[in-house]
């Protein structure tokens, strides 16, 4: 241990043998004692004395007489700036002193060596501890600043990433007669899980997909970048282009999403429904996926939804995916959605306070539509949908489609905590227009060719 004497009104070699004194009573054996001592009258430079006490474990200042006042200043002084254990002995008895920080202490001349000793031993164990506290506060600090630029840039990285998902979605619904097209997609963070597209395959054909991926951020928006790129919508043959059914499309996308997809294992769900406007069939396959659901114009009060089955993507290897068909009407709304959902639907029917035998729900299969029992989930789709296609009667299909879906959204807007919805959601619907005169077919392409942009909803007409 290395103690540095600083003396004033005093000769160094009695400061010396009086902090001796002190240190051969000290209260912990230290393995090496080592003493210096200077004049603090002759150290009058700008730093001199910091300079000389630097590197010392604790000061002892020894000021007598008119010397003891500004002795006292600059022990004090001295002790702050380089951090150390400070004791002042001066010639005014019973005067006793700590600084507000606890590591600086007068004592009178008249102490004994053992009380001195005790009270620098103290005092330089404070000293130790707030200096590793200060290095502490400096690290955490300099963590903390650091933390926050890579905050800073990850938020800045996730924004743009955000942005480029709005942009992969469609910014404009296709123009196919007959079919008028509204969606709206909210993510839950910055980016989303979800995923949709509506694509013309054809003069005669309409691809919609929508997929869910299991959690959020950037894993899964680059897996549902990945199924929306792998999923095969048709085929080119010499004699053609065939538009691939929507069961053989899922079984072709989750073998090339297994053999793709690495190390990343997200469990990704999926409903692929294609329309031919020219017979005006919809057929559907689902992946793990809640069921797209049609609802009739004509029956209001009951639903059908198309689910023939199926795994998850990426679950299981070689799966045949079935498919199910049901032809749209006219005034017939196609309503598909993701898992999030189920929560917002089932926060809605406390407030839509639906009846046990509001509407029916049949499943499409391939020979026959089997009655479903309804719950809760799909009473509120079913009345939610119902309200959708409702709106159509009054008024050109393209406008109330569009002002249905958007009711919709309000509704889920209003819920409580809608602020902060627990999982992504999208509603993708489309509708079948009624035959109509040539004067209320431009009126509809006039509505059909808007859109309505935002951050997390988009509608198309």
């Known amino acids: ?235 080119v043959h010499s004699s053609g282009v065939r538009i691939l059914p929507p069961g053989e499309a899922l079984t072709r996308l989750n073998n090339a999403f297994i053999d793709r997809r690495g190390d990343v294992h997200i469990l990704v769900t999926a409903a692929y429904a294609v329309i031919n406007t020219r017979t005006w069939s919809v057929r559907c396959a689902v992946a793990g996926h809640p069921a797209p659901m049609v609802v009739s114009e004509a029956d209001l009060s009951e639903a059908v939804v198309l689910d023939a089955g199926g795994p998850p993507l990426g679950v299981v290897a070689d799966v045949n995916y079935d498919q199910c068909e049901r032809e749209l009407k006219e005034g017939d709304v196609l309503a598909m959605i993701t898992d999030g959902f189920d929560r917002a639907l089932d926060n809605l029917c406390g407030h839509t306070q639906l009846s046990e035998n509001d509407g029916h729900v049949r499943r499409a299969s391939d020979d026959a539509l089997d009655e479903l029992p309804i719950g809760s989930y799909e009473r509120a789709l079913l009345h939610h949908v119902r309200a959708i296609s409702a709106s159509a009667r009054h008024g050109n299909d393209a406008v109330s489609l569009e002002e249905g879906v958007e009711r919709f959204a309000h509704e889920l807007t209003m819920q409580t905590g809608s602020l902060h919805q627990g999982d992504d959601i999208t509603l993708v619907a489309l509708r079948r227009v009624r035959h109509q005169s040539a004067a209320d077919r431009g009126v509809d392409q006039a509505a059909g060719g808007a859109m309505k942009f935002g951050r997390t909803d988009r509608h198309a007409a």
């Open 1 to 235: 241990m290395s103690v540095a004497v600083l003396a004033a009104g005093v000769s160094c070699e009695e400061a010396d043998r009086r902090v001796r004194g002190v240190l051969s009573v000290w209260p912990v054996r230290a393995a090496v004692v080592s003493t210096r001592a200077d004049s603090l009258t002759r150290l009058r430079g700008a730093g001199e004395a910091e300079a000389f006490v630097r590197g010392a474990d604790c000061l002892v200042v020894v000021a007598f007489g008119e010397h003891a006042a500004p002795a006292r200043r600059r022990a004090a002084s001295i002790s702050r700036e380089v951090g150390l254990a400070c004791v002042l002995l001066c010639d005014e008895p019973g005067e006793v002193e700590a600084d507000a920080e606890g590591v600086f202490v007068t004592l009178p001349r008249s102490a004994d060596d053992r009380t001195v000793a005790g009270v620098l031993a103290g005092l330089n164990a404070a000293a130790a501890s707030l200096k590793d506290a200060k290095r502490r506060g400096e690290l955490l600090e300099r963590v903390n600043a650091s933390a926050g630029k890579q905050l800073e840039a990850m938020h800045e990285e996730m924004q743009a990433a955000a942005i480029l998902q709005r942009e992969l979605l469609p910014q404009r619904m296709p123009e196919v007669q007959g079919l008028n097209f509204a969606a709206i997609s909210r993510a839950s963070s910055t980016l989303s899980g979800d995923s949709f597209d509506v694509v013309q395959l054809d003069d005669e054909h309409v691809g919609v997909l929508v997929a869910d991926a299991s959690g959020h951020g950037i894993p899964a928006a680059l897996t549902l970048m990945l199924v929306s790129k792998l999923l095969p919508m048709t085929e």
